[in-house]
């Protein structure tokens, strides 16, 4: 049991084009979702964490107009980079919450972003 | 200052032998805390949650917690190859969220 799924697995696109991570939380609920953005040989970062049918909260220096997250279920939440540059290469990292399992965050295994 | 630290390594251990993995943490409202193992180019996989002061034994690994030292260990019994990966501390505080450590690189030597 919780399984989180991430789609794609890797994307590869050109500087300026938008791009949509899904998540999906596969046999459990998850009131809450993460994002976590991760660059080559440093730990993961928290980029904003999305409720269920609420607004998503960005971390500080996180731009929430160029990083679209949506969680309109409970079981599958979105990111959209939008107008990809370059320095947004990156390893995507998505995770999930159950309701009452508070403690344990279940890991996506990640997309990979090359922006061309 | 970094709120969770970890020694960056690399760290090589003979297989068979114990592998020590630290961690030190500065928010004090931290509660929980988990071990997170992370193969290259995958994203991490749970190993541990320790909760409490002392140990927490789950197979090959043990965790240790001393929250008046803010301190968390990772060990690892009986070292195997498959665990050589890079492994995350995690702190949780009261806002829910997870701060990771920068991770420690681990090579178990054959």
């Known amino acids: 049991g919780a399984v989180v799924s991430q789609h794609p697995s890797w994307v590869i696109c050109k500087s300026g084009t938008s791009v949509k991570i899904e998540c999906r939380s596969l046999d459990f609920q998850a009131t809450t979702m993460f994002w976590y953005r991760q660059f080559p040989k440093q730990s993961l970062m928290l980029m904003a964490t999305s409720n269920e049918g609420s607004k998503a909260t960005y971390e500080q220096g996180v731009e929430k107009d160029k990083f679209l997250i949506n969680h309109a279920s409970l079981t599958l939440s979105t990111l959209t980079v939008t107008s990809a540059h370059p320095e947004d290469s990156s390893f995507y990292i998505c995770s999930a919450r159950a309701s009452g399992r508070a403690n344990e965050q279940f890991f996506g295994p990640g997309t990979r972003l090359t922006v061309l | 200052q970094k709120e969770v630290e970890q020694n960056s390594g690399p760290l090589s251990v003979p297989e068979g032998a114990i592998a020590s993995l630290n961690c030190t943490y500065s928010?004090?409202?931290?509660?929980?805390f988990f071990w997170y193992r992370q193969y290259s180019g995958k994203s991490p996989e749970l190993i541990m949650s320790?909760?409490?002061?002392g140990d927490k034994e789950d197979g090959r690994f043990t965790a240790q917690l001393n929250k008046a030292s803010q301190y968390v260990s990772l060990l690892i019994r009986d070292s195997q190859p498959s665990d050589s990966a890079t492994y995350l501390c995690?702190?949780?505080?009261?806002?829910?969220?997870?701060?990771f450590g920068t991770g420690t690189r681990l090579t178990i030597i054959p």
């Open positions: 320790i909760y409490s002061n």
């Open positions: 928010d004090r409202v931290s509660q929980s």
């Open positions: 995690a702190s949780k505080g009261g806002n829910e969220k997870l701060t």
